[in-house]
């Protein structure tokens, strides 16, 4: 095999066994459609990827086995480049939409649920994940970290300052993080609105929905860097 590939003659060699009425001419005429595209070298030789193999026994297997038009053939290729599916077992080429699962990176109504009930104390929520006094104190100051009257920090202060801490050690400072306590207090009041309702849904099923759509737009907005 070529380096980049396979040149046409190998692959209608390769093919041919399972497919024998193909000529290099029905090859040619696949690409001249756009449902494939091989490789094209400076020298003008097309050199056909494992992929391109791939693609082309789809086609003809779809051809042969299912009577499916090039029009038909263009839909289904479509999905599956969309990262799509087909389901063999029905003689369609509409693309199988995924079904939608739960993200195992949002926790669930027990995780949300737990909060310790240690009251920590500033100095000792420094110490407990090796962050020096004046950050700790950084983070009430931006609205972080809320101490009771008693100066202890409840719930979920100890993992507030190690998630800060570790974007602290990212190059993000405390005084941009007060954006994720508005972010929060606002979904908190979308919880607090929604429960309102006639229907008055479970808090903690909005509260899971609001994470759920926070993980999505984060992934999302990570995956569109790309």
Known sequence: MAP???RIGAVLALLQPEFPDLT???LRFLEAEGLVTPHRAGSGYRYYAAADIERLRFILTAQRDRFWPLKVIREALDGLDRGLSLDPAVDSAQPQVPTVTADPDVPDRRAIEQVSPARLSLAELARA???RAGFVEDL???GLLRPDAEGYVAGEGARIVAAAHRLDAAGIEARHLRL???????EVGLVDYA????????PGDVALACLALHTALVKDELARRD
Do not use: L, Y
């Open 4 to 6: 980049g590939g396979r």
């Open 24 to 26: 290099i001419s029905k």
């Open 129 to 131: 994940v090796g962050a």
């Open 140 to 142: 009430v100051s931006f």
């Open 180 to 186: 994720f306590r508005t972010a929060a207090e606002r």
């Open 195 to 202: 429960s309102a309702q006639a229907a008055k849904p479970d």
